[in-house]
Structure formats: C-alpha cells, structure tokens
Nanobody
Framework: QVQLVESGGGLVQAGGSLRLSCAAS????????MGWFCQAPGKQRDFVAA????????RYADSVKGRFTISRDNAKNTVYLQMNSLKPEDTAVYFCASYQSAWIPDKTTSPRYWGQGTQVTVSS
C-alpha cells in the first residue's frame, strides 16, 4: 500500500510558476514509477507527466512540454512537478499517482495508487 499526499497548489497569475510536491509513504515508493495527472471541472482526468524509477526517464503530455518538469527524490520519498509559464487552461485539480512498474509508463497506463489532489488555479 502507498499513501500519496499532494501539496503546493494555489492561485497564480498567467505566466507564473508553482511547484507541486507529493509525499509518499509505503515501502514500494522507491521502486515505483510516479506520475501527475490533472482534472478540470467537467472533464476527464488527463496524463500530465511521469518519471521512471529505473533511470528517472521522463514523459510529458504535449500540452506541458517545455513548461513543466517532473522530478523525484527517493531519499525523501517525494516527487515534484515544477510548473512554469502557467496558462489559464492549466487550471485543474492535480493528482499524484504511483504505478505498479518501476519503468516509465505509457501515457495511457493506469496508475495503481492516487493522491487526493491539489487545486491549481491560473488567472488571466
């Protein structure tokens, strides 16, 4: 079992930055790929980014490439999402996720565990 707790969300103006953190507990964190998803009101939950454990390889949704960076600190059991050049369309609840595999997942792979989410609101 893995418990995931997100933090760092908030209200920011367009063009600004936020850094989301996801603190994980459970002995499988350090051998699991991790990811971030987002869900806007009335929309489905979408893949944002993922990072593998084997070689810390990363994968991003096209909409965030060049603006968002995912990273992890296995010593702290924490994964981060640095969000730069934020746009109003980035407004959503952002969820941290843990995968079954240690390898970087495809964008369509379903995670095994989810956090409760943190709200990100970008004003224009």
């Amino acid at each position: 079992q893995v418990q995931l707790v997100e933090s760092g969300g908030g209200l920011v103006q367009a063009g600004g930055s936020l850094r989301l953190s996801c603190a994980a507990s459970g002995r499988t964190f350090s051998t699991s790929a991790m990811g971030w998803f987002c869900q806007a009101p009335g929309k489905q939950r979408d893949f944002v980014a993922a990072i593998g454990w084997i070689d810390s390889s990363t994968r991003y949704a096209d909409s965030v490439k060049g603006r968002f960076t995912i990273s992890r600190d296995n010593a702290k059991n924490t994964v981060y999402l640095q969000m730069n050049s934020l746009k109003p369309e980035d407004t959503a609840v952002y969820f941290c996720a843990s995968y079954q595999s240690a390898w970087i997942p495809d964008k369509t792979t379903s995670p095994r565990y989810w956090g409760q989410g943190t709200q990100v609101t970008v004003s224009s």
